[in-house]
């Protein structure tokens, strides 16, 4: 398990990477929010810990800027005594979990363990409840969706085509297979009901629907989810 440190206080950091390393992680550090990023970016570690106050890029927007990118890895804020709605803020932007400073060392290495037990990543995907893309998460199990922190409620076709497509992306799939899939052989919808049904999930899910990152139309073949 490998941990991303992201914390401009010295001393913290010394004594956060000496405890988590007697507890068998391998962690590294960044000392400012840019570095924090693009080292987040390598997409190696397990989990990160993100101070919100950082040098040249905050705990908020590199949070964002990972989901955005759909980076799923679960984050765990750290937030100064008192910043009650900044950590409601840091939730909406992607953040799993927060930890008010200062904090018991003993309460970090609980968060940190029950985030590692939640997360997709460990699991290798079997077990793949939770899937996050930019600002949104899927719990597929409990067949709830929501945005920025907030539930958005979907169809069951909306839900049925948006898992369909998760649970094949990268793969392009043409109008009338999504309607075999999807909607069954039985169905007497035309390719002109999927339109609409990827129309509502994009004005739902995406950030700028008219220029879907995700639910991505391939001119000419279909659609395909881009992740
Ligand atoms: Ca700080």
Excluded: C
């Excluded at 550090?29 to 101070?51: N, Q, R, V």
């Excluded at 793949?128 to 922190?149: W, Y």
């Amino acid at each position: 398990m490998t941990i991303l440190l992201v914390e401009d206080e010295p001393g913290l950091i010394l004594t956060l990477t000496d405890r988590l390393v007697s507890e068998g992680f391998e962690v590294e550090s960044a000392t400012d929010g840019l570095a924090g990023l693009k080292a987040a970016l390598g997409g190696k570690f397990d989990l990160i810990i993100l101070d919100v106050m950082l040098p040249k890029k905050n705990g908020y927007d590199v949070a964002r800027d990972l989901r955005q990118k759909g980076v799923a890895t679960p984050i765990l804020m750290l937030t100064a005594k008192g910043e009650t709605i900044d950590k409601v803020l840091g939730l909406k932007l992607g953040a799993d979990d927060y930890l008010t400073k200062p904090f018991e060392v003993l309460e970090l290495l609980a968060r940190i363990e029950a985030l590692l037990r939640r997360s997709p990543n460990q699991t290798n995907g079997i077990n793949a409840e939770v899937f996050r893309f930019g600002s949104v998460s899927i719990d597929f199990k409990r067949a709830e969706v929501s945005k920025m922190g907030e539930r958005i409620d979907l169809s069951a076709m909306e839900f049925k085509l948006l898992h369909y497509l998760i649970d094949n992306r990268g793969n392009v799939h043409s109008r009338d297979q999504l309607l075999d899939a999807v909607w069954g052989y039985d169905a007497m919808p035309t390719t002109r009901t999927v339109d609409v049904h990827i129309a509502w999930l994009r004005q739902k899910l995406e950030e700028n629907p008219r220029h879907p990152q995700f639910i991505q139309t391939v001119h000419g073949l279909g659609y395909k989810f881009a992740a």
